[in-house]
């Protein structure tokens, strides 16, 4: 879907829960095993009267995810390549609908990686695959992330 032009966006301000994360950390929102979002975490510039709140801000993800019906969104953690973190279907993609505020994020729980089977083809939900995989999409393969074209 990279690449195409969407007529139709939603937007989603949110916070991860069950995850440690780190500068740079990306946030995939994904239809299926394909990506229609994806948002990096960046410290933000703080001063010294905005340090009681850099904990709670810094956290946030700010994306719009493209689509162009409902359909079921997941969500994943991404760090220097590998899928860290994995949620099940968090939220329903709507056509031009906001989800959480910079005030009160949306909520969305991870399970992390290493609570995932670590040898051969899984998908992002830490379903265990018989072998590779035939629909196009990414997926973890001995615990590393991979594209399937």
């Known amino acids: 879907k990279r690449g195409q032009t969407y007529a139709n966006t939603m937007s989603l301000t949110a916070v991860a829960e069950g995850i440690e994360l780190q500068k740079g950390d990306k946030l995939l929102a994904l239809n299926g095993a394909e990506v229609c979002g994806e948002a990096v975490l960046e410290e933000n510039e703080d001063t010294e009267e905005d340090a009681q709140q850099t904990t709670a801000d810094s956290q946030l993800f700010y994306m719009s995810i493209v689509g162009e019906k409902k359909v079921p969104l997941m969500f994943a953690i991404e760090r220097e390549g590998n899928i860290i973190a994995t949620t099940g279907e968090v939220l329903t993609y709507e056509v031009n609908a906001i989800s959480g505020t910079a005030n009160e994020p949306t909520s969305i729980s991870f399970v992390p990686a290493e609570r995932l089977p670590q040898e051969g083809w899984t998908t992002l939900q830490g379903i265990k695959l ?16 991979q594209l399937i074209k």
């Open 130 to 145: 018989p072998g590779r995989p035939t629909e196009k999409g990414i997926y973890i393969y001995n615990g590393r992330k």
